[in-house]
């Protein structure tokens, strides 16, 4: 991607030194690279250079001499066979791809250690350990080699003393990706690196012995960690405020991407290949980093860290300029089939320290012989009771180690004693609220509710202790008394509306497995109780008020089905959002807010009774979402928004979402806190929950499918989250994520083991200022000043980090940034375009934009990204193979661009948000491909036409494929959308709008993106 002067003379190359003169000094990064046309030296030719791929690349590309510089045409919507490509010149030498990564110095042949296969896209070049490589005037014509450094070997490592002579140097394994494996030994020897600092400090000193500790002596002592060989550039526990050794210096200034960001004079036009651009095609990654330093950690899809090294100061922390947090799924589905240990202490309490009343786990240390542990947080000696004693083995671990699950893995759960419960563990309780007005009823909500429920009933959680109720309203409220020795439900009517009050209070939740009969006996009624209803009102909030009357006593889950704007007594809302002119100015934020205090009132009653509201809204008009979300946000609930309702299209979305949100096991009357080392504590929460105090959560109910998200400050390692709960089985659990971290001194190391995905998720809630939810300041400020927080978070990060390499380097027209980071750039492109930021007034409808803020700050980080960053894929080929194999299904998730030049009009792709499915039919695909899945209607217009199964095999394969996609994850129902090529405008604002690349309708795509954030960087 990167362009040289073809006008420039030719000069002879200077020699390279050779890569361990003792003599010279030598700057890790003084070779710029051979220029196009120049000669390279002559280092022993490595394999040809590959086709780039979007991560890595062999040079700099080369412009052909006296070649116009022009912006290429925007990109096409579709690669249209009947356009010829335009011909290619023959005289111009191949292009390479943008990037220039810089490896490790080479290591002399005559170490058998197992270097790390070059990076994809580079190829390797090998040097002689005993003299320099010759220099050669001329050379045939090559392409461009890549920038390789001669920079300084690492110093000798000394051998541990208690190994002895005899004993053949260990080899130590990289804790950290992007550092080769290596040895020490005599074989060995560089230069002797002057230091400023004293030698006991840098970077190869003596190993630690195996039983070293790798946490603060002051911290009174973690549980031993195995043997890890010190990294460079970080110790397993770096002293705060010690100086920053010289193997940090040496090993960072190796670890950053470079990307040549060239435009033509004068203006914005690019001249790189945006195909070269790195993209998350393989989605999510969760960090690995620690698990060779830490193995006893807890899962990453538990609790993952924007960063894992946490910076030893405050002023270290300010320069990080992104967000410093966590992202926590306390009731995670375990990965891969695995369970949560249960510990149960009975008839003991739970062993915690009984200053900082952290739980015992894995970094907690035994000492005098078992009789007493130490408590990593807070340093404490506590006695261990007498229940708890077991003796210490001569390595200091207890001996009953392997049979406790606590001292060994990072997530336990514990049984909770009496002690823990305020009142006795109330049954799970399923209330419903049921909208029945003419709107409901037209739209056939109510018959795929009733339908729903009806099949789940068996798959309640909390058999046979589960308690269910129901309520609908219209102008009036119905409550119905389902006592087990009725036979037929009775109806209930409440017309007024100021002055609520329940009949029958004892009768209107009632015991499932005793009167199943009954409720049946109603779900079956419900659909045709109110088929020629024509009232048009909605009596919402005092419906809401009687449910809380209903609901005090136990608490439990409220479900309400909601279709239109409420209209009568308390809590009535009014059409709102209408008024073009409010957009962009002060006035904006309000139309965010909730309308009416009411709903926020009602949401802190509910919380305090143990009351969870999910909210499912239909309409096809205005329904004002941001009030009615209220209920879901501070009570720990979820939003579901359907608009435009029809059972036809969207009832297998709603029966499939509401199977999920009653079948899940749910976590009742639970609360959340995290407890971390002295100096650490969490400032900002962002998420659905309300904050009892400080600290605390309070979480009526919760579920595998909620994420929390967290800003903490500084100074300590380790972090512990606690969630105590009530099981559907009706015991009480205690659940303990315990997470240990390093701190760094160094800000390379921060960038280099920093999380994109929990930092985009955090950038999704956090906006300017100290740290203001993004997606709560869409609820908050203008649109406009929420996508600039994000950008302006995205430049201070990448132009910190490139300060630290501009001394050294050439930096011009060049922008780096961290392997780690690689994808950071185009995540905020995505955020800002995503339906929560993006445009304004008449970009997105209000309701939609708000229902798209709910859902981002209650997803876990994997989700978020796939709703980002969607996939689309190519289905063509695989239906049209003529046999296929078990392997065939996994070559069809490999994802493409988010570009229209991905999409060929011969083709069939299906793009996947998580949320929606469509499916994209090229103009000129085989009518076979065509008449096969749609049937006799594959030549009606697509928006009239639904996808089903039909009798061929090419059918059966596409659903198997949705089937699949479906099933790995399913927290919502992906619905299919058909498009064909050119139908507009359903084509635009359903796909063609969410490729983030594509420039569309005045919003940046990738490469402009790019080159924007590279001038801001580049900025001083």
């Known amino acids: 991607m990167g362009t040289e002067n073809p006008g420039r003379p030719t000069f002879p190359s200077r020699p390279s030194p050779p890569p361990f003169a003792a003599a010279q000094t030598v700057s890790p990064f003084s070779s710029t690279g051979p220029v196009s046309g120049s000669e390279p030296p002559s280092l022993r030719p490595g394999p040809p250079p590959q086709a780039a791929t979007p991560f890595s690349s062999p040079g700099p590309a080369a412009v052909r001499p006296g070649g116009p510089s022009f912006r290429p045409a925007p990109p096409a919507r579709f690669n249209d066979p009947s356009v010829p490509l335009p011909p290619q010149s023959s005289n111009a030498p191949p292009a390479a791809g943008p990037f220039q990564q810089f490896p490790p110095p080479p290591f002399p042949p005559t170490m058998q250690t197992r270097a790390p296969p070059p990076p994809m896209g580079q190829p390797s070049i090998k040097s002689s350990p005993s003299q320099a490589p010759p220099f050669t005037t001329s050379l045939p014509a090559q392409p461009p080699m890549p920038f390789v450094p001669m920079g300084s070997p690492p110093p000798q490592s000394a051998v541990p003393a208690h190994l002895g002579s005899n004993v053949p140097p260990p080899t130590f394994q990289p804790s950290f990706p992007g550092y080769p494996s290596k040895q020490t030994g005599p074989e060995m020897q560089g230069p002797p690196i002057h230091s400023s600092f004293p030698t006991n400090q840098g970077n190869f000193g003596p190993v630690p012995p195996v039983g070293a500790s790798p946490f603060l002596s002051h911290q009174g002592g973690y549980a031993p960690s195995p043997p890890v060989a010190p990294t460079l550039g970080l110790q397993p526990m770096q002293q705060p405020g010690s100086a920053p050794s010289m193997g940090t210096v040496q090993g960072l200034a190796e670890d950053f991407n470079a990307l040549t960001m060239q435009t033509r004079p004068g203006t914005m036009d690019p001249l790189f290949d945006a195909k070269e651009l790195p993209r998350p095609l393989e989605g999510d990654v969760e960090p690995k980093n620690l698990v060779d330093m830490y193995p006893m950690n807890c899962n990453p899809g538990f609790l993952r860290l924007t960063t894992s090294a946490v910076p030893s100061s405050q002023s270290l922390a300010s320069r990080w300029h992104l967000p410093l947090g966590a992202v926590v799924c306390p009731l995670a589905e375990p990965a891969d089939g ?20 952290t739980y015992v786990n894995p970094y907690m240390t035994f000492t005098e ?37 606590e001292l060994t893995k990072g997530t336990v759960e514990f049984v909770a004693p009496a002690e823990y419960m305020v009142r006795p563990p109330m049954p799970p309780v399923y ?58 439900p009775q109806m209930l009517v409440v017309s007024d509306l100021d002055d609520i009050f329940i009949p029958l209070p004892d009768d209107l939740l009632v015991n499932l497995s005793e009167s199943r009969s009954v409720v049946e006996s109603f ?58 002119r409010v957009y962009g100015t002060d006035k904006e934020h309000g139309l965010r807010l909730p309308e009416d205090p009411f709903y926020k009132q009602m949401a802190a009653e509910f919380s305090k009774y143990q009351i969870s509201a999910n909210v499912y809204a239909f309409s096809d008009k205005y329904t004002d979402v941001a009030s009615l979300g209220t209920l879901a946000k501070y009570t720990a609930g979820q939003v579901y928004y359907y608009p435009a309702f029809q059972s036809a299209i969207h009832g297998d979305k709603l029966s499939h979402e509401l199977r999920r949100d009653l079948t899940r096991e749910t976590a009742w009357e639970a609360v959340m806190r995290i407890r971390c080392a002295k100096g650490v504590r969490f400032t900002t929460y962002h998420g659905n929950f309300m904050l009892r105090s400080t600290d605390l959560l309070a979480l009526p109910a919760v579920d595998c499918d909620k994420a929390f998200a967290m800003q903490l400050s500084l100074e300590e390692t380790l972090l512990t989250t606690q969630t105590i709960y009530t099981a559907s089985c009706g015991e009480r659990r205690i659940r303990v994520h315990t997470m240990a971290v390093p701190v760094v001194t160094e800000l390379a190391d921060i960038y280099r083991l920093a999380d994109t995905g929990a930092i985009v998720s955090l950038l999704s809630r956090l906006g300017s200022s100290l740290i203001i939810a993004a997606t709560e300041k869409t609820l908050s400020q203008k649109l406009e000043d929420a996508r600039t927080s994000v950008q302006l978070r995205i430049v201070k990060a990448l132009r910190e980090y490139r300060n630290l390499y501009a001394v050294q380097h050439r930096l011009a027209n060049r922008m780096i940034y961290p392997e780690s980071l690689k994808f950071l750039i185009l995540y905020g492109l995505a955020l800002c375009r995503s339906t929560a930021l993006r445009g304004g007034y008449g970009d997105v409808a209000l309701d939609d934009r708000c229902a798209a803020g709910h859902i981002m700050m209650t997803v876990s980080i994997k989700r978020l990204l796939k709703l980002l960053y969607p996939s689309l894929i190519r289905l063509d080929e695989y239906l049209l193979k003529a046999s296929v194999q078990a392997d065939d299904l996994k070559s069809v998730e490999k994802r493409l661009p988010l570009t229209g030049e991905s999409l060929d009009s011969r083709g069939l792709y299906l793009y996947d948000d998580g949320f929606r499915f469509i499916i994209w039919f090229g103009r000129v695909i085989s009518p076979d491909i065509a008449k096969n899945l749609l049937g006799a209607d594959f030549a009606a217009e697509l928006s009239k036409t639904t996808l089903d199964e039909h009798g061929n095999e090419m059918s059966r394969r596409l659903m198997k494929v949705l089937e699949k996609f479906r099933n790995t994850d399913r927290a919502y129902y992906q619905l299919c959308h058909l498009v064909r090529q050119g139908e507009q405008p359903k084509e635009g604002f359903l796909l063609l709008a969410n490729l983030v690349e594509d420039q569309m309708g005045g919003n940046s795509g990738y490469a402009e993106w790019m080159l924007q954030i590279s001038r801001q960087v580049q900025q001083s």
């Open 431 to 488: 209330f419903f609220l049921i909208d029945v007005s003419i709107s409901a009823v037209r739209s056939g909500m109510i018959e795929v509710v009733a339908n729903t429920i009806k099949s789940c009933l068996d798959e309640l959680p909390g058999f046979p202790r589960t308690q269910i109720g129901f309520a609908t309203f219209d102008s009036t409220i119905h409550f119905y008394n389902m006592k087990s020795s009725l036979t037929q």
């Open 369 to 405: 012989a078992g009789r007493k542990f130490r408590c990593n947080v807070c340093t404490l000696l506590n006695d261990v009771p007498t229940e708890y004693f077991a003796q210490l083995d001569a390595t200091g671990k207890r001996v009953d180690i392997n049979q406790r699950p």
């Open 523 to 580: 779900l079956d009624c419900l659909p045709t109780m109110f088929q020629d209803n024509v009232n048009l009102e909605s009596a919402f909030g005092p419906a809401l008020k009687a449910a809380f009357m209903v609901m005090s006593q136990l608490g439990g889950k409220l479900l309400i089905f909601q279709n239109s704007l409420p209209s009568l007594g308390i809590g009535r809302l009014k059409l709102r959002g209408d008024d073009s």
């Open 338 to 357: 695995e369970e949560v240990p249960i510990v149960n202490f009975a008839p003991a309490s739970v062993v915690r320290c009984r200053r900082c009343r």
